[in-house]
């Protein structure tokens, strides 16, 4: 450890946020650099504690305290070797990852954590100013081809390390360009496109080949695909998006957050929108319906388009804002959190239940609402109740549901493959991701349900694990 004190003199620093009248005008991300001397200071805090439960809260299992300690020492060349060593992509999981590492780290027991997920962005970003990234193509080729359905992070991290061991790799995605969820799903803000653009373009000098426009079991059989690779990954994602069906849920103006978020993105990308389709928060009082990310990657999106009002309603209580008893260091704190998009106005509100909507002409014109509470029901676990006299309305032009995914999409490709799929609505896979049917394997949100982009990365780097020892017999993946 470098500077054994540094976690007793030196405080936690982020970087400076661009101020919110000014971040609101575009569509840049948010976040300013942070001084290379503030980042080696930042690195002078982590401990090096004798069990880093760092490592557990990663799901990549990120050699944290390692590449700490070498951006204090000022070794970025080594500390970017341990960073790649684990994550395929850090500079996605430093703009995008809540960083459960942080959740996890020993300092936050009584003191603010290690910046961690700051650490890594500032890593990955330094190397590629210094050219230290280039395409690295593989010295040998083994004659095995390979399949990638869905090009978003599980995707894509699955096609990076099976073709580094140096297999032909090709990764198809229906929609017209490459990136899947980190494309369309993600607002510019918090990742532009120039960044997963650098990266896609540093594969395909690898080796890899992109097929956009190419939907499986659509415009590509799932037969040609059986007979022209040796092993297919099914990591299409969970795109099946929880509906609320309710009265009036068939109105004009109300949308799934996954057709409005997209469509932000293309226009961002300078595609154009016909004017009967184009779904715009301009001067509109919006309400959305979700409390996790994806709702607040609307409030975002929606603030730069000028809505006239933006609540967010969710069905469950308020977080708590600081750690209960039954939510003890290390797990996840499940804590109240406020995003960039929250910093930015509109409001929130919890245990709000939808009953129905009402309109004119076809279109929505108001919601209908209901507060409720929580609990303990018969078996235990908490059961909602609404709460007489607390009906309310309020006026809406615009509607967003996000409310999670049931799982990927089942009735083209999955049905023609014949894979089974589990309760949960994923497809089952073994320890190795391998489905029923030899040869075809599945990950990330495909397999696990909805999740983090950094779960994604990590399924699709042990995905790969799995088919490279199923077509060479072993493997040397990590």
């Given at each position: 450890m470098?500077?054994?004190?540094g976690f007793?003199e030196?405080?936690?620093e982020l970087?400076e946020r661009?101020?919110?009248?000014e ?5 840049q ?9 503030k980042?080696?200071?930042q690195?002078?805090r982590?401990?090096n504690?004798?069990i880093?439960?760092?490592?557990k809260?990663c799901?990549?299992?990120n ?7 070498l951006?204090y020492?000022n070794?970025w060349?080594e500390?970017?070797?341990r960073l790649?060593a684990?994550?395929n992509?850090p500079e996605f999981?430093g ?9 996890s780290c020993?300092?936050?027991i009584?003191?603010d954590p290690?910046?961690i997920?700051?650490?890594e962005l500032?890593i ?5 100013r210094e050219g230290?990234?280039v ?7 083994t004659?095995?081809s ?5 090009s978003?992070p599980?995707?894509?991290?699955a096609?990076?390390?099976?073709n580094r061991?140096?297999?032909?790799v090709?990764v198809f995605e229906?929609?017209d ?7 369309y ?9 120039g960044?997963?653009?650098?990266r896609?373009?540093?594969m395909?000098?690898e ?5 956009p426009n ?5 415009n590509?059989a799932v037969?040609?695909l059986?007979?022209e690779?040796?092993a ?10 929880r ?5 009036g849920?068939e109105?004009?103006?109300?949308h ?7 469509q932000?993105n293309r226009?961002?990308e300078?595609?154009t ?19 996790g990310?994806?709702g607040?990657d609307c ?6 388009q000028g809505a006239?009002?933006v609540?967010q309603f969710?069905l ?8 209960t008893?039954?939510?003890?260091w290390?797990?996840?704190p499940?804590?109240f ?7 930015e106005g ?8 939808t009953?129905k909507f ?9 919601l209908h609402g ?9 078996n235990?676990?908490p059961?909602?109740r609404e709460l007489p006299?607390t ?19 089942r009735n083209?490709?999955l049905?023609?493959?014949g894979v089974t799929i ?5 497809v089952a896979?073994d320890?190795n991701k391998?489905?029923g049917?030899?040869g075809?394997f599945?990950a990330g949100d495909?397999?696990r ?7 994604a990365?990590a399924e699709?780097?042990q995905?790969?694990?799995g088919?490279?020892a ?9």
């Amino acid at each position: 450890m470098g500077k054994p004190t540094g976690f007793l003199e030196i405080g936690r620093e982020l970087p400076e946020r661009r101020p919110v009248a000014e971040r609101v005008k575009d569509w840049q991300e948010i976040n300013r650099g942070l001084p290379e001397d503030k980042v080696r200071a930042q690195g002078a805090r982590c401990m090096n504690c004798g069990i880093p439960f760092c490592h557990k809260g990663c799901p990549l299992g990120n050699i944290i305290p390692d590449w700490n300690d070498l951006v204090y020492k000022n070794r970025w060349r080594e500390a970017l070797d341990r960073l790649l060593a684990t994550n395929n992509f850090p500079e996605f999981t430093g703009r995008l990852c809540p960083a459960p590492c942080e959740g996890s780290c020993v300092l936050g027991i009584n003191a603010d954590p290690v910046t961690i997920k700051q650490i890594e962005l500032e890593i990955i970003e330094h190397a590629f100013r210094e050219g230290w990234i280039v395409p690295e193509p593989p010295l040998v080729r083994t004659g095995k081809s390979v399949a990638v359905i869905g090009s978003g992070p599980c995707g894509l991290a699955a096609a990076d390390q099976l073709n580094r061991a140096g297999h032909r790799v090709t990764v198809f995605e229906r929609a017209d360009r490459i990136g899947g969820l980190l494309r369309y799903g993600i607002p510019e803000f918090k990742l532009e496109k120039g960044i997963l653009d650098r990266r896609l373009t540093l594969m395909a000098a690898e080796g890899v080949i992109f097929r956009p426009n190419a939907e499986v079991g659509v415009n590509i059989a799932v037969e040609d695909l059986r007979s022209e690779f040796d092993a297919i990954l099914l990591a299409a994602g969970s795109t099946l998006p929880r509906d609320l069906t309710v009265p009036g849920r068939e109105l004009d103006g109300i949308h799934f957050a996954m057709e409005y978020l997209p469509q932000a993105n293309r226009r961002c990308e300078g595609d154009t929108v016909p004017e009967t389709a184009c779904i715009s928060a301009k001067g509109k009082r919006v309400v959305i319906i979700g409390g996790g990310d994806t709702g607040a990657d609307c409030l975002g999106t929606a603030h730069r388009q000028g809505a006239a009002a933006v609540t967010q309603f969710e069905l469950l209580p308020r977080p708590p804002v600081s750690r209960t008893p039954d939510n003890p260091w290390p797990l996840w704190p499940n804590i109240f959190r406020v995003s960039t998009a929250h910093e930015e106005g509109g409001d929130r509100d919890y245990c709000i239940s939808t009953q129905k909507f009402s309109g004119h002409d076809g279109r929505v014109t108001r919601l209908h609402g209901v507060r409720v509470e929580f609990a303990p029901g018969p078996n235990g676990r908490p059961a909602m109740r609404e709460l007489p006299g607390t009906e309310f309305e309020m006026e809406v032009d615009l509607v967003f549901l996000a409310m999670g995914f049931l799982g990927p999409e089942r009735n083209t490709m999955l049905a023609q493959l014949g894979v089974t799929i589990t309760e949960r609505g994923t497809v089952a896979t073994d320890a190795n991701k391998m489905t029923g049917i030899p040869g075809v394997f599945a990950a990330g949100d495909t397999a696990r349900g909805q999740s983090l982009v950094v779960w994604a990365i990590a399924e699709g780097r042990q995905a790969a694990r799995g088919m490279d020892a199923y077509l060479m017999g072993s493997t040397m993946l990590p």
